[in-house]
């Protein structure tokens, strides 16, 4: 493989940072705003769930048809073409089918990071793959905290169409930027091209299979906390749009900082499963405290735990559903990976709103602890097995991790 210019990493990172900011934009006042619009919560919870219903279905098959074509480029371009129509059908106003098409849309628009990851990660050796998911971890954080700390910004400075409005705006950007990558060029020894028999090989793979569904929980608590029913919280502890802003930061900032160094500091140190496994516990402590919180600044500090706890086992998931396949089926696993974990993104919200609606919105917080103890417990069982087995699984992976 040629080396990869340095203004071509430059260019990628940019339209990473365009592609999760126009998709997040929203997301912080997005609950207030389908409850402004007379939603009741479990309807709101089908729409925030909606997002993740799309990827089940939708990422699979793209990284299998992005692994057979060999190209990532057409899929990038697609996913700043759908991030752009989503932001526009949330501003049609009238029915609530039309903020169920935009979250459907953006859902579509999720599904394409699939090739954002996989080129990334051609831009390294081929034991830097976790050290490669640890940076476009923190780009994937540092454009979804560059989009919602403008939302509450735009919705208090301006209206609560304008987050949607700039959404559109930052998407066309990286549209036009998007035509500009280009994917390094790779030997065919080293990219012979997926096969469909291929495919059964890579489902079969025991740590795709453990990490995506420890991923499944970990985003089932995501999506019912910080990316769904918080800012509906920070609302009924008196938080404004400033509030909301000082809640996002307090939660992206630190999930940033742990995504930065989890494969450099803790994961030579504690193993990957020790590392996973401390993340899932604060996580689960902390949003099982959220359903307790009534005063402001206590919310502000559980997401700011929150937020560091999960992105310590967030950027190894995201590595070690890699690790162990070839480089002609990593799209396919992926797909694979981010279609399974695509399941908590739909159920948890859909779940929580269903709970919230029967009693209350602290009942989704109490289930989302419930998923994070259930993470927890697989870990230690799996961690357990691996020592009885006497299977090297602490050292000899840090430095594939760290590169």
């Known amino acids: 493989m040629n080396p990869i210019p340095v203004p071509q990493k430059l260019l990628f990172t940019t339209i990473t940072l365009l592609y999760w900011t126009s998709m997040y934009i929203y997301v912080p006042t997005l609950s207030p705003y389908l409850s402004d619009r007379g939603m009741s919560l479990q309807l709101i919870g089908i729409v925030l769930g909606s997002y993740g219903f799309v990827q089940m279905f939708v990422r699979f098959p793209l990284g299998i048809l992005s692994d057979k074509w ?104 990286g549209l036009l930027l998007a035509f500009m990558l280009k994917e390094p060029q790779l030997d065919k020894r080293e990219q012979p091209g997926m096969s469909f028999a291929m495919i059964k090989n890579v489902v079969k793979t025991k740590t795709l299979l453990q990490v995506s569904l420890l991923s499944i929980l970990a985003h089932g608590i995501l999506f019912i906390t910080m990316f769904g029913f918080t800012p509906l919280k920070a609302e009924e502890v008196g938080a404004g749009g400033v509030g909301l802003t000082v809640v996002v930061f307090a939660f992206m900032l630190p999930h940033a900082f742990a995504s930065l160094v989890t494969a450099r500091w803790f994961m030579p140190r504690f193993g990957y499963w020790g590392t996973i496994g401390a993340g899932f516990v604060l996580s689960m402590m902390c949003t099982g405290a959220m359903a307790f919180v009534d005063s402001f600044w206590v919310l502000v500090a559980t997401q700011a735990i929150n937020g560091f706890a999960q992105g310590l086992h967030m950027p190894l998931l995201l590595g070690l559903a890699i690790r162990d396949v070839a480089l002609p089926g990593r799209a396919t696993a992926m797909g694979l990976y981010q279609a399974l974990y695509a399941i908590g993104m739909f159920s948890g919200p859909f779940l929580a709103g269903w709970l919230n609606e029967s009693w ?9 602890a419930l998923l994070g ?28 991790v760290g590169g």
């Open 70 to 173: 060999g190209k990532r480029k057409p899929f990038i371009i697609i996913g700043m073409l759908t991030a752009g129509t989503s932001c526009l059908l949330f501003l049609i106003p009238g029915m609530w089918i039309w903020p169920l098409a935009g979250r459907l849309v953006a859902g579509v628009c999720a599904s394409t990071w699939v090739a954002f990851t996989v080129l990334y990660a051609s831009y390294f050796g081929a034991g830097q793959t976790g050290r490669a998911m640890g940076n476009i971890s923190v780009m994937t954080v540092s454009g979804q905290m560059i989009g919602m700390l403008l939302s509450g910004w735009l919705t208090e400075g301006f209206s609560e169409n304008t987050p949607f409005t700039m959404g559109a705006v930052i998407a066309g950007i």
């Open 360 to 368: 209350g919105l602290n009942g989704g917080f109490l289930f989302g």
């Open 373 to 400: 103890a259930c993470a927890a417990l697989l870990v230690w069982v799996w961690a357990m097995r691996e020592r009885k087995t006497h299977m090297p699984t602490q050292k000899a992976p840090a430095k594939e």
